[in-house]
């Protein structure tokens, strides 16, 4: 089966302009992440999604930051305007997870991650 | 809250040597435990997880890690290190209410020599 697919993979963009990175998850799972990881840093949550619904964003850094997954199959997470504190690797992670019983293990299945910079 | 600490930015090891990153974890009820690996240019991709059971976990790739309840810790090994290894490590745990989602610690670079 396909993976997680991410695009950009790197994008360079100048202060103040927008960025948009795009996210296609595994086909058939409802659940879709967006994750950062700041260069050295712990990769961190921004916010997931249960089929086109916000579940939980509270990982966003601020209103800057937009996540949109119309009709529930590909995901956008649009920067704008850009600062330079934005820089860092944004993965996108997808599982199937439903609330299963016995195992409540969620595991993740990542992306490349897009590498946006800022300058 | 969760959280995990990664001992070592970088570590380095030669060829057929032992591979030993170190993860140890804060969590206030059992946790589920992973290690991640992402090799240059691609996602990350699970190597192993602990949920229940055997506190022995084997993963991809010959490596396995140890889950020490005592220790709060979670280390992964390889008992001979080969070149296609170099990566960078990641140890999460995930304790919270569902959807378990896992909280990462900062990644450890394997660096491995000829």
């Known amino acids: 089966e396909a993976g997680v697919t991410q695009f950009p993979s790197h994008s360079v963009i100048e202060k103040g302009q927008t960025v948009t990175l795009r996210c296609d998850p595994i086909?058939?799972?409802?659940?879709l992440y967006w994750y950062r990881r700041v260069m050295g840093k712990e990769i961190k949550f921004l916010l997931h999604f249960v089929k086109e619904s916000k579940q939980d964003e509270s990982g966003m850094p601020n209103n800057r930051f937009l996540a949109e997954r119309t009709g529930g199959t590909y995901s956008t997470l649009k920067v704008q305007p850009a600062e330079l504190e934005d820089s860092g690797v944004y993965f996108c992670a997808s599982s199937q997870y439903r609330g299963q019983g016995n195992s409540g293990a969620n595991v993740l299945t990542f992306g490349a991650g897009s590498r946006l910079t800022v300058l | 809250a969760q959280s995990v600490t990664q001992l070592g930015s970088h570590v380095s090891v030669s060829e057929g040597a032992l591979v030993l990153l170190r993860c140890n974890y804060s969590?206030?009820?059992?946790?589920?435990l992973f290690w991640y690996v992402q090799y240059p240019n691609q996602g990350l991709q699970l190597l192993l997880k602990y949920t229940t059971g055997a506190t022995l976990v084997k993963g991809i790739n010959g490596f396995e890690a140890e889950f020490k309840k005592s220790e709060t810790s979670f280390h992964l090994t390889k008992p001979s290190a080969h070149m296609s290894d170099a990566a960078e490590y990641f140890c999460?745990?995930?304790?919270?209410?569902?959807?378990?989602?896992?909280?990462f610690g900062r990644g450890t670079s394997l660096i491995v020599h000829p």
């Open positions: 086909s058939g799972h409802d659940n």
């Open positions: 969590s206030s009820v059992p946790p589920y």
């Open positions: 999460a745990v995930s304790d919270r209410p569902p959807p378990y989602l896992p909280t």
